[in-house]
């Protein structure tokens, strides 16, 4: 390794020749500075996580924050946009692998949402890999050729970029600066920013961002002083970076404006992340006797404390001026079986049409092939206006809408196989390098299995974990269930030609991250640390 590394920064992971240019030391020395100036911070936010949790779990229920009514009664809007950002009506996600980029830049989105976050196993090589990835997509140099030989290269017309770094309660433990282990977030965001913001600039659009699983306004805060110190640092305008918020805590929900407010000079808008919502949801209230939630495909956006959530956000971006992004729904094209496949993309026509018409400006989807419905189902709804951003959301929402959890029922065997299934399944892709996979024709991602394992913990501690037939979801249940779901699943992987070395122990992870009396609060922190 040939690379200089800032004083009191080291390096635990091999560097390859071709990614020596990732690590040059001026973007090393932004990591390091950020480092030093925010991760006390950041761990003051984890452990404020960890007190929080202590009193929902000792009975209080979360409520709108006396502190800063005066931000919610106050006459503000968020910084205009630039043009880049304006239409958004179809966003498509993905990891930040080669040909996944090529073929979200390519689909014809209006924007991009590349992710270094729950889409993608956050192997070093990934990590550093995505990076060089990107640096090549940004300058349209970046080409890719399959096993067969058919190259893949980025069309003339391409999808507006936005990044994704990884949350807060993430670590880069490959890289630690004065013995602390640097954040995952600031090292993706530092080293993709670095590098990449003024070219980005020079193409007429932007360093836009993707933030994710943030739990209040101070940890918005804390992402706009990282924001203000990094423009600054690359000689860039404050309000250069645009950022918007994934909302999918229950949390965050109590506090949307003022995270906006936060980003104001920064802010692009909000996101609902609704699978991370149902994850955090059954997580926040894990010990509330009277919480309970049906199978996860009951859990719909059209449930009442879904259907508030979502809504609540349209009302809040479009109050302050800022664009509100729909979710993922996580349906994708099923080759050799038109009539399954007409009823997903029919599914994906409901989602799209109902967002729409609730006022959002636009969503996602996870596949290239479904670009094109998307579109249509928003275009049909806003016509050639890139966004309705002056659609305003009548109603008044707070905990009685957000707090109301229904449907408690039904729970079947079926549907507590299936969350067995997803989540082994998931855990050995996951292991193995792959974090967007493609399961029972759904894409899934960190976030799916997070609501596979907890539904299956829950059902068991709960009392009102109780199939349909009225037996009781136990741990003498679940522990044969998980052993014969992984037969399946390597049965599964082994018929489609992929190695099915990590099942076992993605079982093994399963079992523990369901079964333990203390509830993991997220699976991916044990993993990585298992992980190489």
Not at 350 to 372: E, F, I, Q, S
Not at 477 to 491: F, G, N, Q, S, W
Request: negative net charge; charged residues 25%.
């Amino acid at each position: 390794m040939s690379i200089s590394l800032p004083q009191g920064m080291q390096i635990t992971a091999p560097i390859k020749p071709e990614w020596e240019f990732v690590f040059a030391p001026e973007a090393l020395e932004l990591v390091a500075k950020l480092h030093r100036a925010f991760e006390p911070r950041r761990q003051e936010l984890l452990k404020a996580r960890v007190a929080r949790q202590a009193r929902i779990d000792a009975g209080e229920m979360p409520d709108f924050l006396p502190e800063t009514k005066h931000i919610r009664e106050g006459d503000w809007k968020v910084a205009p946009l630039p043009k880049a950002l304006e239409c958004r009506r179809v966003e498509i996600t993905g990891p930040v692998e080669a040909k996944m980029i090529i073929n979200a830049f390519n689909s014809g989105a209006d924007s991009y949402m590349t992710d270094f976050e729950d889409s993608n196993s956050p192997k070093w090589e990934n990590q550093i890999q995505g990076q060089v990835n990107l640096y090549k997509a940004i300058r349209r140099e970046l080409a890719f050729k399959n096993e067969a030989g058919k190259e893949y290269k980025l069309n003339d017309k391409i999808a507006t970029l936005q990044i994704r770094p990884r949350g807060w309660h993430l670590d880069e433990k490959h890289v630690t600066v004065d013995g602390q282990r640097v954040s995952g977030g600031i090292f993706d965001f530092a080293l993709v920013f670095f590098h990449n913001a003024k070219e980005q600039i020079a193409r007429g659009a932007g360093p836009f961002f993707y933030l994710p699983k943030m739990e209040s306004h101070l940890e918005a805060r804390l992402w706009n002083e990282i924001f203000v110190m990094a423009q600054e640092f690359v000689g860039l305008p404050k309000g250069t970076i645009k950022a918007t918020v994934l909302v999918e805590t229950i949390l965050a929900t109590f506090e949307m404006e003022e995270i906006l407010y936060e980003l104001r000079d920064h802010s692009a808008g909000l996101n609902a992340g609704r699978w991370d919502y149902i994850f955090s949801c059954i997580k926040k209230f894990k010990k509330n006797k009277d919480f309970c939630l049906a199978n996860r495909g009951a859990i719909t956006m059209e449930v009442p404390f879904m259907r508030s959530y979502a809504l609540a956000l349209v009302q809040a971006c479009h109050k302050r001026g800022a664009p509100a992004m729909g979710g993922m729904s996580a349906l994708i094209p099923i080759k050799g079986d038109p009539e399954a496949n007409e009823k997903a993309l029919g599914g994906i026509r409901h989602d799209k049409r109902r967002d729409a018409n609730d006022g959002y400006d636009g969503g996602w989807v996870a596949h290239p092939g479904l670009v094109d419905i998307a579109m249509e189902e928003f275009k049909a709804v806003l016509g050639d206006k890139p966004n309705q951003w002056g659609k305003q959301v009548e109603g008044k929402f707070g905990p009685a809408q957000w707090l109301d959890f229904q449907p408690s029922q039904p729970i079947t065997e079926a549907g507590l196989r299936n969350n067995i299934n997803v989540g082994i399944h998931y855990l050995g892709s996951w292991l193995a390098g792959n974090g967007c996979v493609p399961i029972h024709n759904l894409m899934e991602d960190a976030a799916t299995a997070e609501i596979s394992r907890s539904q299956v913990w829950q059902w068991v501690v709960s009392p009102k974990g109780v199939l349909d037939d009225g037996r009781k979801v136990t741990e003498a249940m679940v522990r044969p269930m998980i052993a014969e779901e992984l037969a399946k699943v390597k049965a599964t992987v082994s018929a489609q030609g992929e190695a099915t070395a990590t099942y076992d122990q993605a079982a093994e992870i399963f079992d523990k991250m369901s079964l333990t009396p203390d509830y993991p609060e997220f699976l991916t922190l044990p993993l990585y640390e298992a992980m190489e």
